[in-house]
């Protein structure tokens, strides 16, 4: 559609957001470039951690009706960030809009009934839930309406009746109605994603936030993820994802903004993002010229990486970075910082409990281990 067509389907709220070609910056994309239509604002947003700026924003705005992706190495900021912006963390300066309403200091539940929302892996509690119970749990609103009242019939009154309507329909939609009554932690990994997905809709949200969508789900499931992802576009909604995955960045993201050490270092479209030296510096350090954008360019990568005694890659251990992959449109890459790691899908996701910690009974189970074997998506 043309510019004048678009802005002709605007006025009259027919828009088709899928075929919208306007341009999504005002002028020339770079960090911190103000949009023709952005649904949040920030400014100056920072979070440290001891002596750490996990968070220096200076300036941050996210386009409406547009699928943007925030990536960066490890320990960039994404999630911090993800987390100020809807209200789970609290920053140590800043402010932010969303749609033009000021959040900063806004709690989580209420951050979600203005219609920003995130998803969240689901938690070793929510695994001994029921896929349906967890739809009702989504659709709580406010914090003393929580689990008991997802679990208890009749104490909603009149709003049982729909809200049970409305988990029916999202769980069709996303195919898991058949799955209604089982407990979620018995759901594959890629299951799981589209749960958390659809009990984030259960908001009816105008931005959707998604933290590594692709994590932990198996090819087989990533075309129908992805569909989702942008079918949540196409019907009017904001979407914004944190990913390591840049075959996913690459076709769906409409915007890329990189993250490195807390700030915004390169914003644009995915193609011209990925091949900006800032964003290759950020991930592969040493490693210049190569456009993680191109199978090619991956090629090229593993071939140094390869040749460098300082990078672990190339052994099964570390994983490959698979360019038939790439070229199979089904398995994904991922890049570490410091060109560390990249892996196959499904293998470097999982993040093991450290010294301390326990594993998450709900999360998926070690790569490689027989468990994992048993425990792909169909
Ligand atoms: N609760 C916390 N306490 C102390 N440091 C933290 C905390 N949360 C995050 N950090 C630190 O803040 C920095 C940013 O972390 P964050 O998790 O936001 O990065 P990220 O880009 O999401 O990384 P990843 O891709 O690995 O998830 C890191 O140095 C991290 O160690």
Redesign the pocket.
């Known amino acids: 559609m043309s510019e004048t067509g678009n802005a002709a389907a605007e006025s009259s709220g027919t828009i088709d957001y899928m075929t919208d070609t306007r341009p999504i910056a005002e002028g020339a994309a770079a960090p911190g470039c103000r949009k023709r239509d952005p649904i949040v604002i920030a400014d100056n947003v920072t979070?440290r951690?001891?002596g750490?700026n996990?968070?220096d924003v200076e300036h941050l705005e996210i386009p409406r009706h547009k699928i943007t992706a925030l990536i960066?190495?490890?320990?960039?900021?994404?999630?911090?960030?993800?987390?100020l912006l809807t209200g789970f963390?609290t920053p140590n300066s800043g402010k932010w809009q969303f749609e033009g309403t000021d959040l900063a200091g806004m709690s989580s539940y209420k951050v979600a009934r203005l219609g920003m929302v995130r998803t969240f892996q689901l938690t070793k509690v929510m695994g001994k839930l029921t896929v349906m119970e967890n739809m009702r749990l989504g659709a709580s609103e406010q914090p003393g309406e929580k689990l008991r009242n997802a679990l208890f019939r009749g104490i909603w009154g009149g709003r049982e009746k729909d809200i049970t309507d409305q988990a029916e329909g999202l769980l069709t939609k996303f195919k898991l109605d058949t799955k209604r009554d089982d407990y979620a932690a018995s759901l594959s990994g890629g299951q799981r994603k589209l749960l958390e997905m659809a009990r984030a809709l259960m908001v009816r949200p105008k931005l959707v936030m998604l933290d590594?969508p692709m994590a932990g789900v198996n090819p087989a499931l990533t075309q129908s993820l992805l569909d989702h992802i942008k079918n949540l576009k196409a019907e009017g909604m904001t979407v914004l994802f944190?990913e390591?995955d840049m075959h996913m960045v690459r076709h769906i993201a409409d915007w890329v903004v990189v993250?490195a050490e807390?700030k915004v270092v390169a914003e644009g479209p995915p193609t011209e993002v990925m091949k900006d030296q800032a964003v290759i510096d950020a991930y592969l350090g040493a490693h210049h010229d190569v456009d993680l954008g191109a199978a090619g360019g991956v090629e090229e990568l593993e071939e140094e990486l390869a040749a460098d005694d300082q990078s672990v890659v190339g052994t099964e251990d570390a994983g490959m970075i698979a360019p038939e992959a790439i070229h199979e449109g089904a398995e994904t890459l991922r890049v570490g910082h410091n060109g560390d790691a990249g892996r196959r899908t499904g293998e470097a996701r999982h993040?093991e409990p450290g010294p301390g910690e326990v594993r998450d009974p709900a999360s998926p189970p070690a790569p490689h281990s027989a468990e994992t074997e048993k425990k792909v998506d169909e």
């Open positions: 979070r951690f001891g750490i996990a968070v960066g190495p490890n320990g960039a900021g994404k999630t911090t960030l993800f987390n963390d590594e944190v390591h993250m807390g993040r």
